[in-house]
């Protein structure tokens, strides 16, 4: 689905295929060589001039990307120093990788990777954020039901539904923003994390790749503890999730039997080759499938085994695909639901419709509450349960049901006054509009 050029359009974004694809990571391959070659300059290591030679050949040729993927077999890093080496003049290509390791090169141009689609990701949704915190605001009124257990429930507003997407696209746009500095560490401390290949250089030598590349060092090799990418992968995986729940709720929304929202007719995507009238909801499907995808993936890498001992390559082969894939999914899911937000139409007149379609029986919660200060809350949940028992078998109205109540009776002063006398005053007819119950929904979403 993601790699077959028929389908990957649907899912994966040009920028984010961009950021990992065959050009974009022998770039960062040699980034980080040119970083190693610029802190082993400043060592005393290598000469300087070899260093800007090699600094100068990070953007690869045709000629090199093509010498790379003509690879049969064998490791395409590999490849990419030979591509590299023969670009250069004698006296700069002896210095290429000197001192490196390969998984410390491939760690470390991930992380320049995971950066770049980390920003990708980030802008997508902070311009989510701002179209669902519109549209909270434009809503905020709108009067809707809300569902729990596939059950109406109470009356709320659609700009409520729009604050509470909002709110868990801030909560993963920040678990991202802490997952960053982690996630985007450099790698260069050797074969073994010793350091040893470069002597007493060698610690300086990384402090200063990290340096020129603009990511966090630490001192301690993190080749055989994966822990951050892990956690990389599951803080995506998540962001997917949240963008597929907003997905599932416009799925639901756009139901015929809901009719509440619909997505815009396009008769090249969202409609049917059959039947001329479906406005098929593809879009928020699309979401729903790629962030299934990002979580699979995110638990192949969750549940790798560990790596063996000071390293183990089968990790670095899992994130090579699990990684990207990830990103891939989770930033075409945010730029579709940026997308489809903006070409979804909302029928108020349904919305409310759906929210007084099973009347009074809707708002029995805040009827309950009315009545509660007058007669107790135990006895105003048993009236008011009896109640719905009584309207859904004869369709007795709540007026009527109060006026012939009968005695009522109580303790103390109360007497025996019916419970027409004791809920005296109470706007009966108020308490039944939908409208009338919505709490704070509204200025919620108006607040946001």
Known sequence: MFDNPITSSGYITPAMAEAWSVRA????????????????????????????????????????????????????????LDALRGSLPEHASRWVHYGATTQDIMDTARALQIRESLGLVQDELGELERALVHGAHEQAGTVMVARTNGQFALPTTLGYRYARWAESVRRSRRRLDETTPRATVAQFSGAAGTYASMGERGSQVARGVAAELGLPFAEVAWHAERDTITELCATLAIAGQTLAKI??????????????????????????????????????????????????????????????????????????????????????????????????????????????????????????????????HGRAHDVVQEFATEHRRSGVGLEEFVANYGPFGGDGAMGQETLAEQLAGIDLEAIQRPESYTGQAERIAREI
């Open 247 to 376: 997905a599932e709720d416009l799925f639901d929304m756009q139901r015929s039997d809901f009719a509440e929202a619909a997505e815009e007719m396009d008769v090249h995507f969202s409609g049917s080759s059959t039947m001329p009238q479906k406005r098929n909801p593809f879009d928020t499907m699309k979401i729903s499938v790629a962030a299934r995808v990002a979580a699979g993936s995110a638990a192949t890498v969750l549940t790798q085994p560990p790596s063996s001992l000071e390293r183990d390559h089968r990790a670095l082969e899992v994130d090579r695909d699990a990684v990207p894939r990830i990103f891939a999914a989770v930033h075409g899911a945010a730029a579709k639901l940026v997308h489809l937000l903006a070409a979804l139409r909302f029928d108020t007149e349904r919305l409310y419709a759906n929210a007084a379609a099973e009347g009074v029986l809707t708002v029995t919660e805040g009827i309950m509450m009315a009545f509660a200060p007058r007669i107790g």
């Open 25 to 80: 990571s022998v770039r960062a391959w040699y980034e980080v060589e040119a970083a190693l070659a610029a802190a082993e300059a400043d060592a005393g290591m290598i000469p300087r001039e070899a260093a800007e030679a090699i600094g100068a050949a990070v953007e690869p040729s045709d000629e090199v990307i093509a010498a790379i993927s003509a690879g049969a077999s064998g490791n395409p890093f590999t490849r990419g």
